[in-house]
């Protein structure tokens, strides 16, 4: 009996289980939370140490010109030959709009000459005349530059050739500083600060899964911190604010997280999807890389657009002046409310920060939630995220400043929240009242026979148009004669992505190759009318089969989400993200049919390479076309079949 009350008394004295495990978390969440406030305390320093001006070394190896000859040194100090032509790159002043460059020049061209005359250009602002004297001079101009690039600025002089020497030689260039104006330098740290702990959290999540990248990132820290601290202006030189990198990394994460996943969960069979989602994202990015090459936008020019727009309603001018297809606002009145909520938000790249970061959420959140709806688990969708977040369409977006996605997901929580009424109603007035084609939604609630949802988004509605014409002091009947106006504008041409574009395009370029010709192809209008009856058409007939109370109502959605995409006579790349929830509403509904799903990949695929390869986006609408047809069909034997039972129970 001793012996056994000993044994009881040393199994109390013993840690139980749970308590040895709340002592490991609770360590590991001090090391943790310590860790993170280190980092936080050295990341301000260095943001705080964030130069508000940078000297260019003029004979480095990396100086950052282009159009100069190697640099020289007469015993008194380095300087470069510039080659007539010369532009200077300013890495490190990223998200600068103003700017002031102090330079060293001299002209020594000819004896007699007592200047030449120079000429400096950037991408923006109006070019600069100015004499360069033959002594050496230190000159201040200002230069304004696109927050979004990398400034520069371009010296253009005569060229002239010295005895003896067979280069063209322009003039001398000495040292080179340039001082931020705008913006302030303290939202200049500020962003820094974000841009820093975007690239420590996103590298961190990599480090998580690849330890090889963690050991090597331990090693390298410490040097960069120093280098940061010691010479902030050679840091942010090699490390320059550049929002791309965390967009880069957090699609590396996603890569890396989603094959970790793929290795855990997915049967091997499956193995396909891997290689596929990386030729997915390459075929993406090289896209999104093409945009901005060949068309060269500027970063939110659309947003831009809408803000012009609102500032002009609230001048009393009215958001209707432009009548230029590409910078015209074309949405209701309503729609400046959602323009307004951001317009408050300064600077402009705070504001610019939170529009896409907002875009993204949007975007990831309907992912999420999606699946659910149909009782299907993020194990069996994981790579949803990496189809929607590195869709080309959806990177051009947010590159332009599109307002397709808050639309998007105004007709997401109509879907998602057809059960409640007032939440499911407020989302479809948001897309109606942001990009009006939505508003065929009405068709599809009512075939549903939804009344309540019906009249309520009428009466959402009716307010929202009140209150945009009592604010903005515009009258819903301008924008219906824009609509009007609209629906007679043609855009032909390799850019835009409408079906009759696309069909005038490629007879056009079947005419000039002596192929084929279809001479009745080139009756634009006539063709959208056909285009117009056939997807009615088509809308019309689903929408029937829905009311008729025998049939699903996914069908439906898709054709009308799918029509109302394809239909416009006006259409841009960044439309297909609207492609995006009917393709996954189909996939659930058809219970990941093996069928449907290597379709509807497939399709995605031909988005993402088709814009400047292959048919420049004919194949898109093919495939969005044939998929109106093919889930027509499955609702009709749907409806079919379900006719047939109720003939067999009675």
Known sequence: MPRMRQQLVKKAALPRHSDYWRFRFSRRSTVISAVTVALFVILSLIAAATPASIVYPIESAHFGGDGFWPPEHNGERIYRWTKGQAQVHLPGLEGTSLLRVAVQLSAPQQPEQASVAALVT??????????IASEWRTYHFLIRAQPSNVPAFTIITD????????RDLGILLGQLRAIRLLPPHDRIIVERWLFLASLAALITLISWRIRQIGFIVAALAPILVLLALWAPDRFIRLLPTNWCIPAILMLIAL??????????????KNYVLAPFLFAYLTAGLFTQLNFLSIINP??????NHYERALQEALSGKGPYNDFIIGSAYLYPPPALFVVEVFHIIDPFLLRASVYSALNVLLMTVMIYKLPHMYGYQIDQTWYWYILCLGFAPFLELLQVGQINMITLFGIFVFFYFTSSPFIGSLGLSLAVITKFSPAM??????????????????????????AGQFRYKTSILEYFSIIQWLTDQFVINSNSQSLVSRIFMMNHQLQSKGILFMGFLTDYRAIQRIINFYIAIIIILTNLVLFSGKSSKEPAFIITGLGTTLLPNIMWYHHYVFLLLPIFVWVCWKKFDNDVVKWCLTGLFIIQIDRFHLTNGLLVHVFGHVSMIWVLHQQIT?????????????
């Open 638 to 650: 749907e409806f079919i079949a379900a006719k047939s039972k109720i003939r067999v129970a009675r």
């Open 298 to 303: 500027v970063f939110l020019q659309d947003f």
């Open 441 to 466: 939604f009405l068709v599809y609630l009512f075939a549903r026979k939804r009344w309540k949802n019906f009249i309520i988004t009428i009466f959402v509605l009716t307010l929202l148009v009140a």
């Open 255 to 268: 890569i890396i997280e989603s094959i970790h996943r793929y290795q855990r969960n997915t049967p091997p």
């Open 159 to 166: 060229t002239w050739r010295s005895p003896g020497d067979r």
């Open 122 to 131: 950037t991408n923006t602002g109006l070019p600069l005349h100015f004499d």
